[in-house]
């Protein structure tokens, strides 16, 4: 099989290339390499995939319409799997009309391509954002999402939108995943985990924002991929799948283990609420389990400890 993996050189989208590539698939990897973080972070990230004859790297942007239709027009490709995005709830804050480019009309773009060359397996990287504050948990793909609290998840909730216009108008099979704050080797550097031992490490303060009752639905990186995987295969019509551990971690509680598997106390700075925070993000992942066999298998306990033991080897190299 040969796919087309966008933001294929991310945090998320470099662990789904290596698995795809053990398994022998044929990879086109997009990304753009941007400034949101440092892109060596990234190059780094894709070393062992580069190495491997079926992987193709293509430094470009999914805003590049012409650049699209040319890969498209020189390969054929059983699925795209769209995960390029602007991320980051806060910075969406600052630049809305940069993360509404990027993300809905990005996605559309893709959209169009998988129209244009029939694609018939479309996999678009959603987030649990799209759930603003909701009340009721855990949450459920048939929840409303009527009320997101961020640019960023507004955005989601609009590729969301447009994926289910083309899956109805094109017949394209669409499954739409809601990630639930991925973590593990590679996490982006502004995510709360990677930014934590950081700093806990350095004997740095940590930011908290308002009162530190926040929870999270914290997932590891290979059930993620194995979540993805899996989608590809039984991707059928137009879908929304959460995929988390449907386990409620409180924010001390995250903290507590990454000071124990660093041996080392962190120091804390409250800070006031940030505007587009939720208070918590909890999965019903029935619906994935039932229909994808999706069965998560790290718990926090040990994805902390893993993290951790790569970030100790990471940062001694």
């Known amino acids: 099989m040969?796919?087309?993996?966008?933001?294929?050189?991310?945090?998320?989208?470099?662990?789904?290339?290596?698995q795809l590539l053990s398994g022998n698939h044929e990879i086109v990897c997009l990304d753009n390499f941007n400034d949101y973080y440092n892109p060596a972070i990234k190059w780094k990230n894709i070393e062992i995939a580069r190495q491997h004859p079926n992987y193709k790297l293509v430094e470009g942007d999914i805003l590049d319409e012409a650049l699209l239709d040319q890969i498209f027009q020189q390969q054929q490709f059983d699925a795209i799997v769209h995960l390029a995005a602007r991320a980051g709830v806060r910075p969406s804050v600052l630049q809305p009309k940069l993360y509404e480019e990027v993300n809905v009309r990005g996605t559309l773009n893709l959209l169009e391509i998988a129209k244009k060359y029939q694609?018939?397996?479309f996999i678009f990287a959603s987030s649990s954002s799209v759930y603003g504050n909701n009340r009721k948990?855990?949450?459920?793909?048939?929840d409303a999402v009527d009320n997101p609290i961020s640019p960023y998840a507004?955005?989601?909730?609009?590729?969301?939108?447009?994926?289910?216009?083309?899956?109805?108008l094109y017949d394209i099979s669409v499954s739409c995943l809601r990630f639930f704050t991925v973590y593990g080797p590679r996490q982006r550097p502004d995510m709360a985990i990677h930014k934590f031992t950081k700093l806990i490490a350095k004997g740095q303060e940590i930011p908290i924002y308002g009162d530190g009752s926040a929870k999270r639905d914290f997932t590891f990186i290979t059930d993620i991929v194995d979540g993805i995987t899996r989608t590809i295969k039984k991707c059928e019509g137009y879908n929304i799948y959460n995929l988390g551990e449907s386990r409620v971690v409180p924010l001390m509680q995250l903290i507590r283990l990454i000071e124990e598997n660093l041996e080392k106390k962190a120091k804390i700075k409250w800070l006031p609420p940030q505007p587009g925070d939720v208070a918590i993000t909890y999965a019903d992942i029935s619906k994935a389990t039932r229909e994808l066999n999706y069965q998560p298998k790290v718990a926090i306990e040990d994805g902390i400890h893993a993290f951790v033991a790569w970030f100790k080897k990471h940062n001694s190299e």
């Open 2 to 18: 040969r796919y087309f993996i966008t933001g294929g050189a991310g945090f998320i989208g470099s662990h789904l290339i290596e």
């Open 119 to 121: 694609i018939s397996k």
């Open 137 to 142: 948990v855990p949450f459920s793909e048939r």
């Open 154 to 168: 507004a955005t989601k909730k609009a590729g969301e939108l447009i994926c289910f216009t083309y899956s109805s």
